[in-house]
C-alpha cells in the first residue's frame, strides 16, 4: 500500500473510533435487515439427470466502522437460511481495519455448507490487511482462492469454484485460476473489472461484487456512482450475458463503505442456481 494510502486508513481510523456512524445510522434506522434474492442459470451439464447445484454468495460485508453488527447478523442468518451446499464470499470482508474480520469470522464459521466454503479477496482486505483476514478465514473452515480452482464433490464433479485473485489491489492470473479446472466453471471474483483481465477465458457464471449496485442511488436503483474502471461501470447490479455464451451476476452486498447508508440500493445476500441441461440454455 502506498504512503498516502496507509495515511488515509489511520486517519479514518480515528475518525470512526468506536463505530460511530453504524451505530448512529442503525439507530435511526437507515441500516435495514438483509434480504436474500434468488437467480437461476441454465447452463450445459454432462447430464440431464444432473441435479441443479445450488449456491449461497454474498460480497462486501465491510465488517468495520460504517457496517453495524446486526446487519452481518442478519446476511449470516440469511446465508444459512438458503440452505446451499456451497458457499461462495466474494472479498471485502473488512473495511477501515483488518482487525474487524473478528467481528464476522465467526459469524461466517456458523453457516452450513457441507460440500465447501469458498472466498476470494476485495480490495478493501489487500489494503488494510490480506494476511490477517486471510488467517481468519480459514480458521473459520472457508478456503480462500487465490488465481486456484476447486473440484466439488460428486453429484456436481463436473463442476469447478475458480477463483482469482483481485483485479483493483491483488495479482489476478486468469492462466493460473482456470489451469486444472475441466467442465463447468463457477468464477468468483470480487469486482467485475477482472473480467478485462480474463479476456475470452471460458467460465459459465461469474459472480462478484464490489459496485454495492452503487450503495447511494435514485429510484429505480439508478447508481450515482460505481467505484470501479470506467470501462466496467456499466456492470452495476444483476444479470448480464457476455460473449461465449458466458453470464455475470453482480450483487449488490451486504455492508457499507464510505458512509453508512444506502438509497434504493438494499443489502442483499443471493441463492444462486445452477440447473444442467445438455444444451445450451439462458
Known amino acids: 500500500m502506498t504512503r498516502p494510502r496507509r495515511t488515509w486508513r489511520r486517519v479514518q481510523q480515528v475518525l470512526t473510533a468506536g463505530h460511530w456512524p453504524a451505530r448512529v445510522a442503525h439507530a435511526l434506522g437507515a441500516q435495514g435487515d438483509v434480504r436474500p434474492t434468488r437467480q437461476r442459470f441454465t447452463v450445459q451439464g454432462a447430464s440431464a439427470h444432473q441435479p441443479s ?95 486456484e480452482s476447486v473440484r466439488l464433490p460428486a453429484p456436481w464433479d463436473d463442476t469447478w469454484i475458480c477463483g482469482m485473485d483481485d483485479p483493483i489491489a491483488g495479482h489476478p492470473h486468469p492462466e493460473r485460476t482456470f489451469a486444472d479446472a475441466g467442465g463447468r466453471r463457477v468464477l468468483l471474483m470480487h469486482a467485475p473489472s477482472g473480467l478485462g483481465v480474463i479476456g475470452h477465458e471460458r467460465f459459465d457464471l461469474a459472480l462478484c461484487g464490489h459496485t454495492h449496485g452503487g450503495q447511494i442511488a435514485l429510484p429505480g436503483q439508478r447508481p450515482l456512482f460505481i467505484p470501479d474502471a470506467p470501462e466496467f461501470r456499466r456492470f452495476a447490479y444483476g444479470r448480464y450475458r457476455l460473449s461465449g455464451d458466458r453470464r455475470l451476476f453482480v450483487t449488490r452486498g451486504v455492508g457499507y463503505s464510505t458512509a453508512p447508508i444506502r438509497t434504493f440500493c438494499r443489502s442483499e445476500v443471493v441463492g444462486a442456481e445452477l440447473a444442467f441441461h445438455l444444451h445450451h440454455g439462458s
Open 53 to 147: 447445484l445450488h449456491l449461497a454468495f454474498a460480497a462486501d460485508f465491510h465488517a468495520g466502522p460504517f457496517t453495524h453488527p446486526r446487519v452481518l447478523d442478519s446476511a449470516c442468518t440469511e446465508l444459512a437460511r438458503l440452505d446451499a451446499p456451497v458457499l461462495l464470499l466474494g472479498g471485502d470482508f473488512v473495511c477501515v481495519s483488518s482487525r474487524d474480520i473478528r467481528e464476522l469470522a465467526p459469524r461466517l464459521a456458523d453457516i452450513p455448507a457441507p460440500q465447501g466454503k469458498f472466498a476470494v479477496l476485495g480490495n478493501h482486505d489487500y489494503g488494510t490487511g490480506a494476511r490477517r483476514v486471510v488467517r481468519a478465514l480459514e480458521a473459520a473452515g472457508i478456503r480462500v482462492l487465490i488465481n
